[in-house]
């Protein structure tokens, strides 16, 4: 799809619009965005392709499909994306005031997951998010900012125990803390208002939480700028609160897709892989033989 990869000149990086890296800030999350007034119909995301000559997917050729039809997902551009970025910051903050180190957290990151252990268990999960966390799974190597090693599913209910920890098992004393705590409980506010409200009442404050997060996290990106080193990032050797398309394209989904397509919630990715999960349980009470006949005849059933 055109328009995604930092493409051109520019280095545009939504197909909904003309945000990019360099004139039209695809991190500004406010009102007054400049991507706001670029928003793309059909007839101009078209035009702009053949103007740049970028490649145009052979899908445009289907009679009746329009270029709105092409949505992000909600799974896609939230668990395994903004959340698992949000939740590895939060927990690399965590350990280091804690007085660990990525290279030296072992005790640190202990004594977190009993936090969590204790958040899903005052929370009632099902399931609790992790019952193990390492360095390498809150950050990679070198200078990749922190991103949490985890599942989509996982990350969702992660979401809900870190909100529940910073606020009621950690001290909120400083600004940067309470500032990060309100970015948890925005999201995890948005979740809430997509999977159980009602109407657009329900769509409207979903996307104002949203907003509001990526509002507080842009800040707290533009905090983590250091001006006077040539990289811009601190004497860590990487970026804190780092901003990506996907946060940009999330906003898409909430705000403007959902007056097209209505809740993301009721399309979005996770009923087909529920499935898929549900066929590979019962594939492996099956005999190999007949695999596939009886699959198809007993999952109908479930
Ligand atoms: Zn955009």
């Not at 101009?44 to 145009?56: N, P, R, W």
């Not at 390492?134 to 985890?150: C, D, H, N, Q």
């Not at 009442?201 to 080193?229: F, G, M, V, Y």
């Not at 999960?277 to 006949?293: Q, S």
Request: with cysteine; charged share 20%; glycine share 6%.
């Amino acid at each position: 799809m055109t328009g995604w990869q930092a493409e051109g000149p520019t280095q545009r990086c939504c197909f909904k619009c003309l945000a990019n890296t360099v004139s039209i800030p695809f991190y500004d999350c406010y009102e007054t965005a400049l991507w706001r007034q670029t928003l793309l119909t059909h007839d101009m995301f078209i035009a702009s392709v053949l103007e740049t000559g970028s490649y145009l997917s052979e899908i445009f050729n289907f009679v009746g499909l329009k270029h709105c039809m092409i949505n992000g997902d909600l799974m896609h551009c939230g668990d395994p994306g903004v959340l698992q970025y949000l939740e590895g910051i939060v927990l690399y903050e965590l350990l280091v005031e804690m007085g660990g180190s990525i290279s030296n957290c072992r005790h640190e990151l202990h004594y977190i997951v009993s936090l969590i252990k204790t958040a899903s268990r005052r929370l009632q999960q099902h399931k609790q998010p992790l019952n193990n966390l390492t360095g390498t799974m809150v950050k990679g190597t070198g200078a990749s900012s922190p991103k949490l090693k985890v599942k989509a599913s996982a990350a969702r209910n992660l979401l809900l125990c870190l909100e529940y920890m910073l606020e009621h098992l950690m001290p909120l004393e400083s600004d940067h803390a309470q500032q990060r705590f309100l970015i948890v409980k925005h999201l995890s506010s948005m979740y809430k208002h997509l999977q159980s409200g009602e109407g657009i009442p329900s769509l409207l404050e979903a996307a104002s939480c949203c907003k509001r997060a990526l509002i507080l996290w842009s800040e707290l990106r533009r905090a983590d700028i250091d001006p006077n080193n040539p990289h811009g990032w601190q004497h860590r050797g990487f970026f804190l609160w780092k901003m990506y398309p996907k946060h940009h394209l999330l906003q898409h989904v909430v705000e403007d897709q959902v007056l097209v397509t209505g809740n993301p919630v009721d399309h979005w990715c996770y009923a087909d892989e529920s499935e898929i999960g549900a066929a590979v349980c019962l594939a492996a009470t099956l005999h190999v033989k007949c695999l596939h006949t009886s699959l198809i005849r007993k999952n109908r059933f479930l």
